[in-house]
């Protein structure tokens, strides 16, 4: 090997075909190690829980569970909302972003779980358990041809006839042996296409995986901004206000406007005729809340959304508020905030 390396000897070429299969070997034995480290820092951000997981599966334990970081976001805003009042329009807001927030978390969980299992694990096997095969083929390939170029070496340095008798031999012997590792090597070398096949079938696995995932999170997203839609839209566009206006300046019919202009046309509709209706007659109807509420004092009635309400007019009222029931409470309610229930 020292002397092949000093350019004093001469060295038995593979065959092309040998080479172009250790090429192939090499180069997805490179990129399965980058595609499937980067996977693991896509699934896993955090280099020290990376390091966590890997001390605990050396170790043959079971890693402890904790919280991702969608799932304590999602608790932080449930304790919040909690802390600043389930009835109050910000607390409220905090609770549903929340409760999607652990929703995502879960869904997380489980993109991490089904990868783990369909995707990293066969890249690992490949990695740790095919490729360790082919290189000690290969280190064992190595061998014999330097075991044959040796001998070879032996038999051009012989002069006597026995010694030249017995380097034939000898070379005989190891060209053998050489023949027969090249040919396990090969064969080994040639499962690499069906490794690619089976790693495009895991790819497959680990796209709808994400395809899974991301569907998951866009539904729990349209269904948090459908829910955040229902406030008033004062509360929501709080972001878009100069920062020279305080928002306590906001009086009361602008907010009620405001509310009524973010309603859907449909509901628009339902709620006029409605309550022209209702005016017009002495009976009651059921209504459901569309927001939060906040009576302003004890002549009104707070009101929780999604909760149905009795509701009912009296000669006089104001065309913008109703009388509101729940139980035993009683007090005004403002009609922007009421879908009427057929």
Not at 2 to 30: I, P, R, V, Y
Not at 309 to 325: A, F, H
Request: hydrophobic share 35%.
């Amino acid at each position: 090997f020292t002397e092949e390396k000093l350019g004093q000897a001469e060295k038995t070429e593979l065959d092309a075909h040998l080479e172009n299969l250790l090429s192939k070997a090499e180069c997805t034995k490179l990129w399965t190690e980058k595609i499937m480290k980067q996977t693991e820092v896509l699934l896993q951000p955090n280099p020290n829980a990376r390091i966590e997981e890997f001390v605990y599966e050396k170790l043959d334990r079971k890693a402890p569970s904790r919280m991702n970081n969608p799932e304590l976001l999602g608790q932080y805003m449930i304790d919040a909302g909690n802390e600043f009042g389930p009835g109050t329009a910000y607390g409220n807001a905090l609770i549903k972003c929340g409760e999607t927030q652990k929703r995502i978390g879960t869904a997380d969980r489980e993109l991490i779980q089904t990868s783990a299992i369909n995707f990293l694990t066969p890249l690992r096997n490949f990695i740790e358990g095919d490729y360790k095969t082919i290189t000690k083929e290969r280190k064992l390939l190595q061998n014999k041809r330097l075991d044959l170029d040796a001998a070879k070496t032996r038999l051009k340095k012989a002069k006597v006839a026995e010694a030249r008798a017995a380097s034939e031999q000898e070379v005989r012997i190891t060209q053998s042996e050489f023949d027969r590792q090249a040919e396990i090597t090969r064969l080994l070398l040639e499962g690499i296409s069906s490794t690619h096949a089976h790693h495009l079938r895991c790819l497959n696995d680990f796209v709808e995986a994400q395809m899974t995932y991301y569907a998951q999170c866009y539904q729990y997203m349209l269904d948090l901004q459908k829910q955040l839609g229902s406030f008033p839209s004062t509360f929501l566009s709080n972001n878009n206000q100069s920062s020279s206006t305080p928002v306590q300046s906001l009086s009361t019919p602008s907010v009620l406007a405001s509310a009524s202009a973010s309603l859907p046309s449909v509901s628009n509709s339902i709620v006029t005729s409605g309550i022209s209706e209702l005016k017009s007659s002495s009976g009651n109807r059921k209504a459901r809340v569309l927001y939060d509420y906040d009576a302003a004092n004890s002549s009104e009635l707070s009101l929780l959304a999604d909760e149905v309400i009795t509701v009912y007019s009296i000669p006089g009222m104001d065309s913008d508020w109703l009388m509101g029931e729940r139980g035993n409470q009683k007090g005004k309610v403002p009609i922007t905030y009421l879908e009427l229930l057929n």
